[in-house]
Nanobody
Framework: QVQLVESGGGLVQAGGSLRLSCAASGLTISNYAMGWFRQAPGKERELVAAITWSGGSTSYADSVKGRFTISRENAKSTVYLQMNSLQPEDTAVYYC??????????????WGQGTQVTVSS
């Protein structure tokens, strides 16, 4: 079965941290860019962070720069999102996605089912 499975979401107080994981099965991700997105209620899905196939380059939304870190372990077919200094506005469902090329260019072909992150004030 081809899938991306996110884990690590939950409820945390403002200022706290969470580490999300995205594990791929039946799907190669080592040659592709990967991204983390989020969608809050009533808002559009937004790209939070992206990483190239090798991990050599990363990109972040302005709202999370300096607080979130995306990384990957291709040998484990897993991508991570370390989230520090979480704020209530970070509350959303977080999704991982596979890019359709080694470098992120705005096109994503596989998506996970999402994991809920809730930050209480």
């Amino acid at each position: 079965q081809v899938q991306l499975v996110e884990s690590g979401g939950g409820l945390v107080q403002a200022g706290g941290s969470l580490r999300l994981s995205c594990a791929a099965s039946g799907l190669t991700i080592s040659n592709y860019a990967m991204g983390w997105f989020r969608q809050a209620p009533g808002k559009e899905r937004e790209l939070v962070a992206a990483i190239t196939w090798s991990g050599g380059s990363t990109s972040y939304a302005d709202s999370v720069k300096g607080r979130f870190t995306i990384s990957r372990e291709n040998a484990k077919s897993t991508v991570y999102l370390q989230m520090n200094s979480l704020q209530p506005e970070d509350t959303a469902v977080y999704y991982c996605a596979r890019g359709d090329a080694p470098y992120y260019r705005g096109s994503w072909d596989y998506w996970g089912q999402g994991t809920q992150v809730t930050v209480s004030s």
